[in-house]
């Protein structure tokens, strides 16, 4: 896999026990997708539910948290667990009802938080959380439970949700080998995907993506470094946004790299991705990038959802994102038309040097991931306190470890420096500046553009252990590399899997975006719930 296909399987990057007593334990691994998946499962009560309905029905007394926590937890044992087996939660949080229990009597007393009073939220397994593990999918850190909250999950608190579970993710959110299959860790196994349970979930916030779609629970958190969050989006038929490096505080996230690290939400709308990241933003001591948004950063989100908020836009097209899939295309110039009958001007644009970054931002990440996880680790407690320690539990551990691909990542990594070495410095200031200032933000500015949109990539491929990703292509590299924002939006699939298009603008663009996400989700209304197909219907009409 070429370095450039590597970075776009990153996420959060995105591009994946033994628990104390009392502590839920993690779920038992699946190897591989079986083709032998057996009958569908049976209606879910709370199927294709959204916040806002959930919080509807909890105000009119026709619901409890505690029910609601109850039924996710039921289905996450009827078909994550058992049936499909999706493998997309790897630690349900034994608090979880206690949690919702307090919340009922806070809505009983008459207080409630807000709009996730009460919801339950899933969290990718690389975002501290008590009393769970956060192992980022790696069996040497399968006993590490961390002392505090992440950030996010803090603020989540407060905003009444209920912390329902850990999702697997691909191990180390994929940064440890350019061979990887996306949605695979040593602790939580194969995470497959509800909508053919042959194919990826792609990564790394696999297991948040495909809990998400099947409804496992109302939202889930993903990290991004590159493509971590939107591809898992995208091929799970989900809203996901890459927020602006520094909107989330990353303070309690196992890192890849503080250049580009970022959390955000995934869900099965705009509104309710707009809901999460409201709750999840703020500035944080404890990491300096947030300050870059005081003053910049909305808390309302939600405010923003406009259904004619296409009307006056201008979007630049990225046509040399294009050409990686036929059906991807094809849905991306469905979408057009869709933008231009709503009332925004559609441009063909390009964005100079585009990908010329990459090799610049691998060199970023290998330094970065190298102080960022020696950090971490040595901060959080953890039983193994290095890199070099978790290279060396994994030649150790290696049958169970790395029985279908190494760590030659971590390796590289490893091999670097310290973060005042001048090919860091230049690598860093290289990729930043191709990527943001010459690059996306050039595009948008000289073109007086509001977003720039692409596929944001291929449908799903099959799940491969032996040779690892068949990734083809994608369109979000740009707004990885230069910290900006982006948002994947359903727009159509191919044989019943789903294509997203992503919108990407310039830096604290956020509002802008979900107003342009929103309206174009509410013309289109393409996102199809998941059937735990065994593998694809050939014979089906492409979408």
Request: proline residues 6%.
């Amino acid at each position: 896999m070429s370095v450039a296909m590597m970075i776009a399987l990153l996420p959060a990057c995105q591009r994946a026990d033994a628990p104390d007593a009392g502590v839920a334990a993690s779920k038992p691994a699946v190897a591989v997708a079986s083709a032998n998946a057996g009958p569908a499962p049976a209606r879910f009560a709370f199927a294709e539910v959204g916040i806002a309905e959930l919080q509807a029905r909890m105000e009119r007394g026709e619901l409890s948290s505690h029910a609601l926590t109850q039924a996710y937890l039921d289905q996450i044992a009827a078909i994550d667990d058992a049936g499909p087996r999706l493998n997309a939660v790897i630690e349900t949080n034994p608090n979880a009802l206690k949690e919702a229990d307090a919340r009922d009597a806070e809505r009983k007393a008459g207080r409630v938080r807000g709009p996730l009073h009460g919801v339950p939220i899933l969290l990718k397994d690389n975002i501290d959380a008590t009393p769970m593990v956060n192992s980022a999918g790696s069996l040497a850190l399968a006993s590490h439970h961390p002392r505090t909250d992440a950030f996010l999950v803090a603020r989540l608190r407060e905003a009444g949700a209920v912390i329902l579970g850990k999702t697997n993710l691909s191990e180390w959110a994929n940064f440890r080998s350019s061979r990887s299959s996306s949605g695979w860790s040593a602790r939580g196994g194969q995470t497959r995907n509800p909508y053919a349970l042959d194919r990826s979930p792609c990564g790394s916030s696999s297991g948040s993506g495909s809990a998400i779609a099947a409804s496992l629970a109302a939202a889930a958190i993903g990290t991004e470094t590159d493509g971590s969050i939107i591809c898992p989006s995208s091929v799970a038929g989900l809203v996901g946004i890459k927020p602006t490096v520094g909107l989330v505080s990353r303070n309690g996230i196992i890192p890849i790299s503080h250049s580009q690290d970022t959390a955000g939400p995934m869900a099965r709308s705009v509104a309710d991705a707009a809901v999460l990241l409201s709750a999840i933003v703020g500035r944080d001591d404890a990491d300096p990038a947030t300050a870059e948004s005081t003053g910049r950063a909305m808390f309302d989100y939600h405010a923003r959802l406009n259904a004619d908020g296409l009307r006056g836009a201008r979007i630049g097209v990225l046509r040399k994102s294009m050409g990686f899939h036929p059906d991807a295309d094809a849905a991306l110039e469905r979408s057009i038309e869709t933008m231009r009958k709503a009332g925004a001007e559609v441009v063909d644009v390009e964005i100079a040097g585009a990908g010329s970054w990459n090799e610049p931002e691998m060199d970023v990440l290998l330094y970065e991931f190298k102080h960022g996880v020696d950090g971490y680790l040595s901060r959080s407690g953890a039983q193994v306190t290095s890199l070099a320690g978790l290279i060396d539990y994994n030649r150790k551990n290696a049958g169970k470890e790395m029985p279908y691909f190494g760590q030659e990542l971590f390796e590289r990594a490893q091999a670097k420096g310290a973060l005042d070495e001048i090919g860091y410095i230049e690598a860093r200031s290289k990729a930043r500046r191709l990527a943001r200032a010459e690059g996306l933000e050039a595009t948008l500015t000289a073109n007086n553009l509001d977003a720039v949109i692409a596929p944001a990539t291929a449908p799903a491929w099959l799940i491969d252990p032996v040779n690892g990703d068949h990734f083809l292509g994608e369109g979000y590299g740009a707004a990885a590399v230069a910290g900006t924002p982006s948002i994947t939006v359903p727009m159509g699939d191919s044989f019943g899997l789903p294509i997203g298009i992503i919108f990407m603008g310039p830096a604290s663009s956020e509002p802008r975006l979900i107003e342009l996400a929103y309206a174009f989700e509410q013309k289109t209304k393409v996102r199809k719930a998941p059937q735990f197909l065994a593998t694809v219907a050939l014979g089906k009409t492409k979408g």
